[in-house]
T-cell receptor
Framework: GAGVSQTPSNKVTEKGKYVELRCDPISGHTALYWYRQSLGQGPEFLIYFQGTGAADDSGLPNDRFFAVRPEGSVSTLKIQRTERGDSAVYLC??????????????FGPGTRLTVL | DQQVKQNSPSLSVQEGRISILNCDYTNSMFDYFLWYKKYPAEGPTFLISISSIKDKNEDGRFTVFLNKSAKHLSLHIVPSQPGDSAVYFCAASGGGSQGNLIFGKGTKLSVKP
């Protein structure tokens, strides 16, 4: 079946602009995660959803970042007033439930965001 | 402060030999450890995991060893193949992180024919 998809694959924007990044999880997966990977680093947790609600948003760096999952499937990560430091690959993952030991997190290919 | 550390940014091995990738952690409350493999321009792909109550898990050419007293785990790949060339991330869950994973910085493995 189809894996996790993310759009766009690349996004170039100017400092101060607003961007939206989209994630389509694997059908039937209730848990959805957003991570950010900066150059030379491992993925860093941002937020995860169990169904429609954000179960843990402790990784969001500040209030410019926001994510929604209104129908419990597709999720959108929104970044306001982008800064050059926001440049990174934004990864989305989904899993059947939120048990990392038993339910594998499947990652999408990521969206590479470049803020000029 | 990094809770999951991969101190070797790169590793080069000959095809057919063993690859050993290492990972250290600081949080003794982690309950699962996972290895992910990542090719350029792709998302990480799950490889193998181990529960904190075990000390070894094997899947084909891949074996993960866990030493809880040393807070250390390692991934062994035997025999190594050129297609194994990728960045390998060690990750941990639990210990207050709930469902999300805490990743190391990764080790780039190059397997030379």
């Amino acid at each position: 079946g189809a894996g996790v998809s993310q759009t766009p694959s690349n996004k170039v924007t100017e400092k101060g602009k607003y961007v939206e990044l989209r994630c389509d999880p694997i059908s039937g997966h209730t848990a959805l995660y957003w991570y950010r990977q900066s150059l030379g680093q491992g993925p860093e947790f941002l937020i995860y959803f169990q169904g429609t609600g954000a179960a843990d948003d402790s990784g969001l760096p500040n209030d410019r970042f926001f994510a929604v999952r209104p129908e419990g499937s597709v999720s959108t990560l929104k970044i306001q007033r982008t800064e050059r430091g926001d440049s990174a690959v934004y990864l989305c993952a989904s899993s059947l439930t939120i048990s990392p030991g038993t339910d594998t997190q499947y990652f999408g290919p990521g969206t590479r965001l470049t803020v000029l | 402060d990094q809770q999951v550390k991969q101190n070797s940014p790169s590793l080069s091995v000959q095809e057919g030999r063993i690859s050993i990738l290492n990972c250290d952690y600081t949080n003794s409350m982690f309950d699962y450890f996972l290895w992910y493999k990542k090719y350029p321009a792709e998302g990480p792909t799950f490889l193998i995991s181990i529960s904190s109550i075990k000390d070894k898990n094997e899947d084909g050419r891949f074996t993960v060893f866990l030493n809880k007293s040393a807070k250390h785990l390692s991934l062994h790949i035997v025999p190594s193949q050129p297609g194994d060339s990728a960045v390998y991330f060690c990750a941990a869950s639990g210990g207050g992180s709930q469902g999300n994973l805490i990743f190391g910085k990764g080790t780039k493995l190059s397997v030379k024919p």
